[in-house]
């Protein structure tokens, strides 16, 4: 589908632009949806109807969200650091799209599925997650109000922390491939998905995704018991809603890192190539997602000292030694 | 044309995007402000006391372990995607890096950089 634009008339720059487009459109729509979905998941699992008052089964909910938020005053406390207080939901959700820039969804004899095919793509992914931390971290500290500011630097230390044991789970992934690019991993797994040899890897992978992306049961972000909102207690209408749009989007995106790096991509499971690889890739996605919200839905929230002293006491020298083992094995074996 | 190219331009529209979510709410959202909305929300109270107090050093401990963590497991890439041709010349390298990092880790440890109290 997205090959099938290169026609030869057209710039290339027009195509990539057009795909990009393509792309934020099918990611913001799908961020719409997952709402409904985790809405509605939850609300099964807590025996309730969910969201079924706008449209059929409630599937207009998230638009009729959006034009909510819309027209919603936006306010900025008086106490706030104007332009950063603006600023800050902007680079959330510019980090959050970017992600999407080198990940590939599908392969077909046409080509890679994927905007930009680089080299160095999960890097490329953890750089921007990196940088996305500065969205929270900064919108806390510009709203002159003491629960952002506490929400923020709670949420500041929880990732940096997370993300280090996160780096770290990867690599024996990277050890077994032998690469850093998407489209490379996932070639490497077509015989055997990466979840197998690295079992230990993707547990710590997936709790430190759920811990990175500020989900149950690591939400102590937005603790509302303790800190109303978090970091985005100050926060209104649309500008509120690119914190909301920015932490599915990363949710999205954490999901497809999980598998293309151990879920095999877009590799059937089983040789079943008649179903074509871009449904494989939604269903695995679709499964991760809900892994979150039935995380969310089943967990208590972590006490803040427990959180901390997990990721630095366990995630990160489970996966130090998980990478270290994967290293001897292909040192002396493979 | 470099893989790169197309990431630029997606990270352009990406940011694009962005800055139209941001300025969309100046255009259509009703501005009504008053001095009650504008204050800090504390849960209906008046805000009693000034945002810059103290604070916890242990967020700052955290932080400066991360960047010495964090520089280090970046090393850790390239000779992981070169693993293959090291083979065990590359294990016993990475193990010296290794233990060396455990060292500062046990150091950091015992000193309860780790312990939050």
């Known amino acids: ?334 | 044309m470099s893989p790169y190219v197309p990431v630029a331009i997606f990270l352009g529209v990406a940011v694009a995007a962005a800055t139209a979510f941001v300025l969309v709410p100046g255009l259509v959202a009703r501005r009504k402000p008053n001095a009650t909305k504008s204050e800090a929300y504390e849960c209906g109270v008046e805000p009693t006391s000034d945002v810059g107090g103290r604070f916890p050093v242990r967020f700052y401990l955290i932080a400066m372990l991360f960047v010495i963590f964090d520089v280090e497991a970046a090393s850790f890439y390239p000779w992981a995607v070169q693993m293959r041709a090291l083979r065990v010349y590359g294990l016993l390298e990475m193990a010296a890096f290794v233990v060396v990092l455990g060292i500062g880790y046990a150091y950091v440890w015992r000193k309860g950089g780790f312990q939050w109290r």
């Open chain 1, 1 to 334: 589908m997205l090959a099938a634009l290169s026609l030869d008339v057209v710039p290339l720059w027009v195509v990539v632009l057009a795909k990009s487009g393509f792309v934020l459109f099918v990611v913001v729509t799908t961020f719409a949806y997952a709402m409904l979905f985790e809405r509605k998941i939850m609300a099964w699992m807590q025996l309730r109807p969910g969201p079924n008052r706008v449209g059929p089964w409630g599937l207009m909910q998230p638009a009729a969200d959006a034009a909510k938020m819309m027209f919603k005053e936006d306010l900025t406390p008086s106490t706030a650091d104007p332009f950063i207080y603006r600023f800050a939901p902007w680079i959330s959700l510019a980090t959050a799209m970017g992600v999407f820039a080198v990940i590939p969804f599908s392969e077909t004899s046409g080509g890679l599925w994927s905007i930009g095919n680089v080299n160095s793509g999960i890097l490329f992914v953890f750089a921007l997650t990196s940088i996305g931390v500065y969205g929270i971290s900064l919108a806390g500290w510009s709203s002159g109000s003491k629960y952002p500011l506490l929400g923020s630097v709670r949420s500041t230390a929880q990732m940096i922390s997370y993300e280090l044991a996160m780096t770290m789970s990867v690599i024996g992934v990277l050890i077994l491939a032998g690469t850093t690019s998407f489209a490379g991993i996932v070639h490497a797994q077509a015989k055997w998905w990466f979840v197998l040899p690295q079992f230990v890897g993707f547990i710590v992978y997936i709790i430190t995704a759920v811990a990175e992306t500020n989900r149950a049961p690591f939400d102590l972000v937005e603790a509302e018991t303790e800190l109303v909102g978090g970091f985005h207690t100050e926060y209104s209408g649309l500008r509120f809603g690119l914190f909301f749009i920015a932490e599915y989007l990363n949710m999205i995106a954490v999901a497809c890192v999980a598998t293309l790096l151990f879920f095999g991509g877009w590799n059937p499971p089983f040789g079943l190539t008649v179903i074509p690889g871009i449904v494989w890739f939604l269903l695995k996605d679709g499964f991760f997602i809900f892994i979150y919200i039935w995380l969310r839905t089943t967990l208590p929230r972590l006490r803040y000292d427990r959180l901390m002293a997990f990721g630095w006491k366990v995630l990160l020298p489970v996966a130090t030694l998980n990478l270290m083992v994967t290293a001897a094995i292909v040192a002396f074996g493979g």
